[in-house]
């Protein structure tokens, strides 16, 4: 009784929170976890008419079907970790380093406005990034294009039609669309860091340089931690929307992942068991990352997510 005394007592004390906190909870009930009951399809031969309680029971059978008898199964895994790999690589260090270059400034007002310019490809639709991309990377009428042909003297280039260019485009597209977007988090740890610290860092006679690598990374190293581990637990989700907006037959070989087969398979096929299943196995991949990487994280660190 006292332990739930303690409870409604924090609980009222901290109410506006608590009901700021209410939709984003709500959401992820709603639309997260409560789906998850139809995971149950992935084992059966799923029938609209029979529903899921009805349906024949199959167990493993479409995961042996997409491992053993898919001909493109082990394609669609390595373009889906490659391109997650090359994301990750190139894609997560960035924001720190811009974040570090923001902190760096000396005038504010020039600050805000290279962070409000770095934050609008992130407002942009993935249709109209995935637009300015064909039209800037068009070999024919594209900026990219003449600028190689103008300037280089170079021929011009199907940046979208060669499948060796398509990673290359993604993930270049992915950088410019989130990075300053992901900047927001590190700023705020660079906030909370106390600026008595630099006040003595420079008595004691460190560079900026030194102030940057001894006090600022430093200081995001929680966050970085934090965020690293969510971003495994999306290692196998590259940007679907994105992807289906710019894979074609001629770059097919590089640009088809498990997202856009789980889409042919279950929306265009309607074969909704064999897609969950694929989609079930792409899931617990990123589940197994997650819980591996906090474990590594928790060990060797006092940051971790539980």
Same mark, same amino acid.
């Given at each position: ?105 000396? *005038? ?9 310019? *770095? ?87 460190? *560079? ?64 909704? *068991? ?33």
């Amino acid at each position: 009784m006292a332990r739930g005394s303690r409870l409604l007592a924090a609980l009222s004390k901290h109410r506006a929170l608590y009901l700021l906190m209410l939709p984003g909870v709500l959401y992820y009930i709603i639309f997260k976890y409560v789906p998850m009951y139809g995971i149950i399809i992935a084992f059966q031969d799923f029938s609209i008419g029979r529903g899921i309680l009805g349906s024949k029971w199959v167990g493993f059978k479409h995961f042996v079907d997409f491992f053993y008898y898919t001909p493109d199964a082990w394609k669609l895994i390595r373009n889906t970790i490659l391109l997650n790999v090359y994301d990750l690589i190139f894609h997560f260090p960035l924001p720190i380093l811009l974040a570090v270059l923001f902190h760096e400034l000396r *005038s504010a007002r020039f600050r805000r406005f290279i962070q409000s310019i *770095s934050y609008m490809p992130h407002f942009l639709s993935t249709v109209v990034i995935a637009g300015i991309l064909v039209t800037f990377l068009s070999p024919t009428t594209g900026i990219v294009n003449a600028l190689l042909v103008q300037l280089l003297g170079l021929e011009p280039i199907a940046f979208l039609g060669m499948p060796e260019w398509f990673r290359t485009v993604y993930v270049g597209s992915e950088i410019w669309q989130k990075l300053g977007w992901g900047t927001i988090l590190y700023m705020a740890a660079i906030a909370g860091i106390d600026p008595a610290l630099y006040e003595a860092a420079r008595i004691d006679g460190a *560079s900026r340089f030194q102030q940057i690598r001894h006090i600022t990374l430093r200081g995001m190293v929680p966050i970085m931690i934090v965020l690293f581990v969510l971003t495994l637990g999306n290692f196998m989700d590259a940007s679907f929307q994105k992807i289906l907006l710019l894979y074609n037959s001629m770059n097919y070989e590089t640009s088809d992942v498990i997202n856009t087969f789980v889409y042919r398979r279950g929306i265009l096929d309607a074969d909704f *068991s064999f897609a969950t299943a694929v989609g079930l196995f792409q899931s617990a991949i990123g589940f197994v990352l997650v819980v591996a990487a906090n474990r590594f994280v928790r060990k060797h660190s006092d940051t971790s997510l539980w």
